[in-house]
């Protein structure tokens, strides 16, 4: 027992003695070397340097980018204010061009109301001269009744002329003051929304100018009268009939006339409906399909 424990004090004697033996050759093989302070100081400095360098680039990164912000603020600027300057431009223009549409069409209204009372008026004359002379080829026939009747015809026939004549008048009145809207609607949607209002600018340019025709023709046969030429007594309904149809004849043409530019108007409509804008435009005036003056009585025979 003696002996084991002896051993052990032994073993463990030298183990310490071994492990610090060898603590010693490691510290002469491997001595500590401690960093020099002029290495220290450098080191320092080139981290100083970078740190210098970054924030120099963070620095000119920010300044690079407030500069390109601010230049592309002021160039959005100045996109906006040619873009405004130039829609006014358009909007002034627009007007221009719109404002003197209005007033040739108001100026042409003047000028025909100026000339249909021209017409009238001169026809007065003609109008006296033929009923006289219808009273004159009215003495051939002996029933007075069928004279007074044919006198009558004679009077309604020219008072039809005229009421229709006035009737085309307001329908063409009525036209033009839609073709105003659709064409000051057609600047809009081209000013305020960049439209292509090409197709819109040609219908109503049509129908401008098929409205100038009917008002033409309204003019022209505002300054008819129709005679009825007398040759005999058996005759008389025939020499009436003649007048009539003369009349029927011309306040179809001139029906017609009006009836196309009423369907230029409507297209013009349609073409300013077709870019979304759904004008509030009223139904085109209508146009009667009949003007015939069947309703004059004839004298019987």
Not at 6 to 29: F, P
Not at 47 to 75: C, G, M, Y
Not at 123 to 151: A, N
């Amino acid at each position: 027992m003696n002996k084991y424990i002896i051993s052990s004090v032994l073993v463990g004697v030298l183990s310490v003695g071994y492990l610090a033996l060898a603590e010693e050759d490691t510290n002469k093989l491997f001595p500590s070397v401690s960093p020099s302070p002029v290495l220290k100081v450098r080191a320092q400095e080139q981290t100083d340097q970078f740190r210098k360098e970054v924030k120099d680039i963070k620095t000119n990164l920010k300044s690079d980018a407030e500069a390109t912000k601010e230049r592309l603020k002021k160039e959005a600027e100045a996109v906006r204010e040619n873009a405004k300057k130039r829609a006014e431009e358009l909007g002034d223009t627009a007007k221009a061009k719109r404002e003197e549409f209005k007033e040739n069409i108001e100026k042409r209204r003047e000028e025909f109301k100026k000339e249909v009372e021209t017409k009238r008026e001169e026809l007065k004359k003609e109008i006296e001269t033929k009923r006289e002379k219808l009273k004159t080829s009215l003495e051939k026939i002996k029933d007075e009744r069928k004279k007074e009747t044919v006198e009558r015809i004679d009077q309604r026939i020219d008072a039809l002329n005229e009421k229709m004549m006035e009737h085309f008048s307001n329908v063409l009145d009525k036209l033009e003051e839609m073709l105003l809207r659709i064409n000051e609607r057609a600047d809009k949607a081209s000013t305020e929304r960049g439209l292509e209002v090409s197709a819109v600018r040609l219908a109503v340019e049509k129908a401008n100018t098929a409205i100038a025709s009917a008002r033409s023709a309204v003019e022209t046969q505002s300054g008819k009268t129709y005679s009825i030429k007398v040759t005999s007594e058996s005759a008389l309904k025939t020499d009436v009939g003649k007048a009539r149809q003369a009349l029927g004849a011309d306040l179809a043409k001139v029906r017609d006339v009006v009836k196309n530019a009423q369907s230029a108007v409507k297209s013009a409509a349609v073409a300013l409906a077709q870019l979304v804008i759904k004008p509030k435009v009223s139904p085109t005036p209508s146009v009667s399909s009949s003007v015939s003056p069947t309703t004059l009585p004839i004298p019987s025979e």
